[in-house]
Structure formats: structure tokens, C-alpha cells
């Protein structure tokens, strides 16, 4: 008997020890630690939600309805290449939702009805995508945006960061202790949209542009030339930096052709890399064989043209090709700082936003307000656990704190099996610890009650502990199953709060079965194996 209460002991001991372990980094104490237990030993601890250290709260919309565009325009022109390769002259344009092909001749529309299954006829000549791809096509607009920001946002390196979608086409984002909310919204809402396109020098308009303009003049340009600028061309801006405060100062307009000879989509890598020339960071990109070898065939047919190499829309560099280049790398330059330099890789190695993005709402939780969240919860907390001793001492005695030890014990546990799975402490998180600390209260009731009932029998006082926790052992066990039960379909459907309360609640529950039906019977079969107990102190 002996024997096996010490092997508790020490069970009991070893896990505490291993709780305050992961629970140090948390501890003022642990600053005062030294070198090597910090490099060899947890250093993490329990990380704070964002109701507790602050951040942000962003809910985006993705627009749906522009992935259908696009998918409308990549099927134009995949169907323009169909044609072509079947030597059937009609041409193929997209707007909005719509594509036109003119001449629709029946050979047209055979190839249409046999290879192009989604698109149905709008009357006309006009072919749109039918109901139940549109459908799909805004679904996965939805959840590839979802995994996109996931990525931007791991790559970020935010801690434990909630992604999640809400309703057809919304997401939310909360990004705890994030330091530059601006350049996490720039990250996350940046299309990144990569496109390779061929500069226009040769058009008549081409030398006509002026050579740099204020940012706000874009439009002034466009419509200025508008009606000038040939049919296959457009006009964008490359932006010019201010070397010293890194901001955009001027714009110089371009004509670039509209065909696109190549995207960001055909990309592998994207690395942060310093021109040892000019001392100035740029980022390398590298495609994949498909990729590669479009861009030597590009690269090899437009000697001595420039490349515009556009992101979202604005032009960021558009060198010149001197020689064909096979091996798939490039670099984009622009004057970049190393800070803007490493956001480009992160979205571009990310992947590009199926569609664009709106924000709905954007709210900063500032840390003040974590603040006193946290020592509201620890002023909650406190108050319930002492008015908890306090009641089981003066009510049950030498029992009431055998009840009170137990408690202690659950809460070391509790806080320590969070900081070793490294999960989140919210808010409602701390009202899960509280809730658990009320079930571990409840248990020791009911078990003290059933024994309090077997010595009012005449049992001996290791005869009624005995008793006592057999009898409440599967009312305590069905009744915290359940609540095990609730919780991990809390957390299994719920988000952001919801599953910090299930959490907590869950680690609570579980940890209070071994300490209620453990934890208390070995101290009372300790006491009890030293001596011949006569009367039990509860």
C-alpha cells in the first residue's frame, strides 16, 4: 500500500515539475535564468490572444464575382489558342462576364459545345459560364484566398494567428502583438498579381508620354492619350522613389502591349538578394520548367525590347533584353528598401489572391486594453479560488484542504499542458480556467458528502474514503465526460473566442479527473497508511 502511494507521490511530483517547466517563461523568474537553461530548456511559454495583448482584427471580402471575370477572360483566350490550332477564324474577346466570338461559324461553335463544357450560349455569338461553375468558381476563389493569406501570414511570422472563413466570402484575420499594423494590411490585401509584358518603344505615341508625372496625375495621362494608344496597347506607370524617406515622389508612363507573356503563376522561389554593385537589396524569382521555358522563348524573340515586369498593375522595372535567357531566374529591382524587398517575396512566394480583396473592417486592439482584461481575469480568478479555500477549510476541514492542495495542483497543470501544446490564453479562455476550477470544487463535494454518509454508518475512516470515491467515482466521470464531450464540439465548430473557452474548458476537465480521483485519494490513503485513523477530520 505504501508502495503504491509513493509511486503516486512521485507521478504527481514529476508532472508538477514538468508543468513549472513550461510554465517558466511566463514567471518573472525566468529572466534571471541562466544561458544555458534558456538555449536548452522551453522558452516559449503561453501565448496571449489578441483580447489580452492587442493586435489587430481585420474581416476581408473577397470579390467573387471578379474571380468569374477572370476565369472569363483566361477562357477567352484559351479559346482563342483553340482556334488557332484547329485553323478556325473567329476571334475571341472577354468583357465582364461575357465572351464574344466573332464570326461564330459552326465550326466555332462545335469546338465551343465539345471542349468547353462550362460556357453556355448568352444569345448572339455571346457565351457565358454556366450557374453551377460560377458557383464553384467563387468557392474556391474563397478558400484559395483563405490559404493564400495563411501562408503571407506564416511567412510574416506572426504567433498563432486565428484565419477563418465567415459566411460564402468573407474572412477573418486576428494577428495578436503585431508591431506595424499598416505593413501586416499591405501583406495580407496585396493581389500580387505578377505579369511579364513586352514594352511598346516602336508605337508612334511611345516617345509623345512625358517623362515623369505626379502620382495623383495617372488619370490625366489616360485620358489625355486616350483614343491615341493602339488597339493591343496600354499605359502604365513605373514609380520612382525617393532614396532618403523611400516614398513614391513621380510616375513615368510606359506603353506596354496587353497580351501577357508570361505570369507569377509559373513561379517556384522568390529570395531576397543584394546587388553587389549599387549595394541595393531586389528580389531573385525562379519559374518552374513549364515556366522557364516560356520565359527563354519570350526572352530569345524580343532581344532588345524591354520587359516590363508588372506587379498588381504598376510597373516596377522594365529592363532591357540583351540575350535570350534560358534557366527560368530573373530579378525584380525598383529601388526597393530590404523591409519592401522581403514583403514582395512574401507575397509572391505566397501565390497571388485569386481575386481581389475588400476590407470591411480593420480594428486594433491596443495592449492597454489587454491589459486590464488580464488583471480583471487575475483579480476574478483570485477572488473565486480564496473564497474557495476559505469555504472548503471551514467547512470540511482537514478535508477541505487535502481539496484545496488538489486545486492548487490542477491549476499548475492546467497552465503548464497549455504552455507545453503552446496554445492560445484568451479572454474567455480564462473564464474556461475558472469554470474548470468550480467542476474540481464540485467533485471533492460530492465525494467528501459520500463519505461523511459511510461514517455516519459506522464505517472506519479508510473504509469510507474507500466507499465514498468508489460510490461518486461514475457520477464524477459521466458528469465531465460530457462536459469533455461539449467542448470539443465547441472547438471543433466555434472560432476565435469560442475555442479559447474550449480549450481551457477541455485541459481543465481532463486534468481535474486525475486530480480529483488521484490527487485527494492519495494524500487521504497517505494519511491513513501512517496510522490508524479513528476519526476523519471533514
Do not use: C
Not at 463 to 483: L, M, N, P, Q, R
Request: glycine share 8%; proline share 4%.
Amino acid at each position: 500500500m505504501k508502495k503504491k502511494v509513493m509511486w503516486r507521490f512521485i507521478l504527481m511530483g514529476a508532472l508538477a515539475l514538468v508543468a513549472l517547466v513550461y510554465l517558466l517563461p511566463d514567471l518573472h523568474i525566468y529572466n534571471s535564468m541562466p544561458g544555458w537553461w534558456k538555449t536548452s530548456m522551453p522558452d516559449r511559454g503561453i501565448t496571449l490572444g489578441l483580447d489580452l495583448q492587442g493586435g489587430l482584427h481585420l474581416v476581408f471580402e473577397v470579390e467573387a464575382e471578379k474571380a468569374v471575370e477572370i476565369t472569363t477572360s483566361r477562357l477567352a483566350d484559351s479559346l482563342k489558342k483553340s482556334f488557332d490550332e484547329k485553323d478556325i477564324q473567329a476571334e475571341t474577346k472577354a468583357e465582364g462576364l461575357i465572351i464574344s466570338v466573332e464570326p461564330l461559324t459552326p465550326a466555332a461553335e462545335k469546338l465551343i459545345d465539345d471542349d468547353y463544357t462550362v460556357l453556355k450560349s448568352a444569345g448572339a455569338g455571346k457565351y457565358r459560364i454556366i450557374p453551377r461553375e460560377q458557383d464553384r468558381i467563387k468557392d474556391d476563389s474563397a478558400e484559395q484566398a483563405l490559404e493564400t493569406i495563411r501562408n503571407r501570414i506564416d511567412q510574416f511570422g506572426v504567433a498563432e494567428p486565428v484565419i477563418h472563413r465567415q459566411g460564402a466570402t468573407e474572412i477573418v484575420v486576428q494577428l495578436p502583438g503585431v508591431k506595424d499594423p499598416g505593413r501586416a494590411i499591405d501583406i495580407i490585401g496585396k493581389t500580387a498579381q505578377l505579369e511579364f509584358k513586352i514594352v511598346d518603344d516602336a508605337a508612334a505615341i511611345a516617345a509623345d508620354l512625358p517623362q515623369a508625372i505626379l502620382p495623383e496625375d495617372e488619370q490625366k495621362v489616360l485620358d489625355e492619350f486616350r483614343g491615341k494608344i493602339p488597339e493591343d496597347d496600354e499605359i502604365l506607370f513605373i514609380r520612382n522613389v525617393d532614396d532618403t524617406t523611400r516614398k513614391v515622389v513621380s510616375k513615368s508612363p510606359i506603353l506596354v502591349k496587353k497580351k501577357t507573356e508570361i505570369t507569377g503563376d509559373l513561379l517556384t522561389e522568390a529570395n531576397v538578394t543584394i546587388d553587389q554593385r549599387y549595394n541595393e537589396p531586389y528580389v531573385a524569382i525562379s519559374f518552374n520548367p513549364a515556366g522557364a521555358k516560356i520565359f527563354e522563348d519570350v526572352t530569345g524573340r524580343n532581344v532588345e525590347k524591354r520587359m516590363a515586369i508588372i506587379l498588381d498593375g504598376t510597373v516596377y522595372s522594365a529592363p532591357v533584353i540583351r540575350e535570350r535567357i534560358a534557366g527560368g531566374n530573373a530579378q525584380i529591382s525598383g529601388a526597393f528598401s530590404m523591409e519592401e524587398s522581403k514583403d514582395l517575396a512574401i507575397v509572391l512566394k505566397a501565390g497571388a489572391l485569386p481575386a481581389p480583396m475588400k476590407m470591411l473592417q480593420n480594428v486594433t486592439v491596443g495592449p492597454s486594453l489587454g491589459r486590464d482584461s488580464i488583471e480583471a481575469g487575475k483579480a476574478a480568478g483570485l477572488i473565486g479560488a480564496v473564497l474557495v479555500v476559505i469555504f472548503m477549510v471551514f467547512y470540511y476541514r482537514l478535508a477541505g484542504v487535502i481539496a484545496d492542495f488538489a486545486l492548487a495542483l490542477n491549476i499548475l497543470l492546467l497552465m503548464g499542458a497549455m504552455a507545453m501544446l503552446e496554445a492560445t490564453l484568451t479572454l474567455p479562455g480564462i473564464a474556461g480556467i475558472i469554470l474548470a476550477i468550480g467542476m474540481a470544487v464540485d467533485s471533492n463535494v460530492l465525494m467528501f458528502e459520500r463519505m461523511r454518509e459511510e461514517l455516519r454508518t459506522g464505517k472506519t475512516p479508510h473504509a469510507a474514503v474507500d466507499s465514498g470515491y468508489d460510490k461518486a467515482f461514475w457520477t464524477i466521470f459521466d458528469s465531465h465526460v460530457t462536459t469533455l464531450i461539449t467542448a470539443i464540439v465547441l472547438f471543433q465548430f466555434g472560432t476565435g473566442p469560442i475555442k479559447g473557452f474550449a480549450v481551457t474548458l477541455s485541459f481543465g476537465v481532463s486534468i481535474n479527473l486525475f486530480t480529483a480521483l488521484i490527487g485527494t485519494k492519495t494524500i487521504f490513503d497517505f494519511v491513513n497508511s501512517r496510522r490508524e485513523v479513528k476519526n476523519l477530520s471533514i
